[in-house]
């Protein structure tokens, strides 16, 4: 099974590659023509799914120094329940006192329930090639899967989450650095382009549901499934800020904001991005 | 069932009428001043507790100028005319301009500056030179067709404004420090900020203003 898919991944991302390094001579168009053939070709299978079924097999695997698995981790649909979590979070967690996202949730059953340390448990946030595959990034993909086909509803009704969400929409707005940038210096403006790469209008309900909804994704360039954490952190990166930490209050604040402006739209990933 | 007088239901109503009115009000319209100031002291504060400093990017990263203020607060609402004239004054004055006049260098090092995109970056390296990566927000030379549509495109920029005085003073403080002229604008501020040194400024001003740049053919 892998081998077939990489095979189509090879042959697509060649096409691309090819594409791209042609350069300035090489029509809009033929990016285009290059990435929708190197979708169909993936269309049976994204390289995602190997994550997911990783993803899986953790789940029910007895982990940690108490040896307990993730069944007994409450995602917010109670104990080990992942159909349709993904849709609903971040929600605020009475237990830990914090609203937090599903990775942010998924380090705290690791520390609370199965006894690792928090630096055990992210050691490895963000996987770096195929010895250093991360478990929180195939973790992340298999509960994820498990909202494909589930309309986003992340609930504004509890405070916590409400202020979460201003403050991640106040953050998205918020200018600093050597660049002066904002998250909404290359998201808030409709049909932009950085170089050939198109940038989704986040303010917008119909940009964030496009965006929201295909996260986490397998990344083509990288060759890796990437979580939304990871996705806010390179943009922060781009945007010459400081280290975003993984789990951070800032990192769930902006998800609020970006997961409900998806509210009402199918949730369809783990998606698949170049 | 107890029996009202018609007084305590017309007061009962009001004060109900009331606070939906302040329900609907406080939903309709935009927070007032001071929610806002609070809602953004929360969010500055909740930001210096999420990041930590990494390679060239500190912490410090995370303090606002007063431009960077200024637009920050207004960016969801219209930017009021006497902010605007204030920003622009400010970095106006705030440009430096080169001590020897010399504003137009080599047009070829220019474009090399316009292309790359590194610099500033935790990941980058600060010992090598920044890019400006131009052409991640405009369209210059014709060549590159890989260019992003953030700015206009600044195809024929000095043979549509002339070879003038005029024409490379602007380009000059415009690259320098763009709020000068376009308050909160998405384009930093090379010179003011640092990212560019006063060689590679001249330079990328050539790749604008120069007649043989294939930026003007």
Not at chain 2, 60 to 89: H, M, W
Request: net charge positive; charged share 20%.
């Amino acid at each position: 099974m892998p081998s077939i898919r990489s095979l189509r991944l090879i042959t697509g991302a060649v096409a691309i590659g090819a594409a791209l390094l042609a350069g300035p001579v090489v029509a809009q168009t033929t990016l285009e023509n290059a990435s929708a053939k190197y979708r169909q070709d993936l269309a049976e299978g994204n390289p995602a799914d190997l994550w997911v079924a990783r993803g899986q097999e953790m789940w029910t695997q007895p982990r940690g120094p108490k040896k307990v698995s993730f069944e007994s981790c409450d995602l917010g649909q109670g104990p080990g329940v992942v159909k349709g979590a993904y849709a609903t979070l971040p929600r605020y967690f009475p237990d830990a006192g914090r609203v937090m996202d599903l990775e942010t949730r998924l380090v705290w059953c690791m520390v609370n329930q199965q006894g690792y340390t928090h630096a055990e448990a992210t050691k490895l946030t963000f996987g770096n090639g195929s010895r250093h595959r991360s478990d929180l990034e195939a973790l992340t993909a298999y509960v994820a899967k498990e909202s494909d086909g589930v309309k986003m509803n992340v609930s504004l009704a509890d405070p916590h989450v409400k202020e979460m969400y201003d403050i991640g929409k106040k953050a998205f707005f918020y200018h600093a650095g050597t660049h002066d940038f904002a998250c909404a210096t290359c998201h808030a403006s409709d049909d932009l382009r950085i170089r050939l790469q198109y940038l989704p209008n986040l303010t917008k309900p119909a940009g964030a549901q496009k965006a929201y909804t295909t996260w986490p994704a397998y990344r083509v360039a990288q060759g890796e499934t990437r979580s939304f954490q990871w996705r806010l952190h390179d943009c922060f990166r781009q945007q010459r800020f400081p280290d975003l930490i993984y789990g951070s209050d800032l990192s769930i604040a902006l998800t609020t904001y970006l997961a409900a402006s998806a509210n009402g739209a199918v949730y369809v990933g783990p998606g698949i991005k170049l | 069932m107890t029996t009202r007088s018609p007084v305590t239901t017309l007061v009962r109503g009001a004060v109900a009428g009331l606070a939906i009115a302040a329900a609907l009000y406080g939903c309709a319209s935009a927070p007032t001043a001071q929610d806002d100031a609070a809602l953004t002291a929360r969010t500055i504060a909740m930001m210096k507790a999420s990041f930590r400093p990494k390679g060239q990017a500190g912490m410090d990263r995370l303090d606002q100028d007063e431009t960077q203020r200024l637009c920050s607060q207004y960016a969801e609402g219209k930017l009021p005319e006497s902010v605007v004239k204030k920003i622009e004054q400010e970095n106006l004055a705030a440009v430096k301009y080169p001590a020897d006049g010399t504003l137009v260098g080599d047009w070829k090092a220019g474009e090399k500056v316009a292309e790359l995109g590194r610099g500033m970056q935790f990941s980058d390296d600060p010992k090598k030179p920044n890019g400006a990566n131009c052409y991640a927000c405009h369209q210059l030379s014709p060549k590159q067709e890989a260019y992003g549509t953030i700015g206009p495109s600044l195809y024929q920029f000095g043979k549509k404004r002339g070879y003038t005085d005029q024409t490379r003073t602007y380009a000059w403080a415009k690259v320098y420090d763009a709020e000068a002229f376009s308050a909160c604008t998405n384009m930093p501020r090379f010179g003011q900020h640092h990212i560019l040194t006063e060689q590679q400024i001249r330079d990328v001003v050539a790749l604008l203003v120069d007649p043989a740049s294939p930026v003007n053919q």
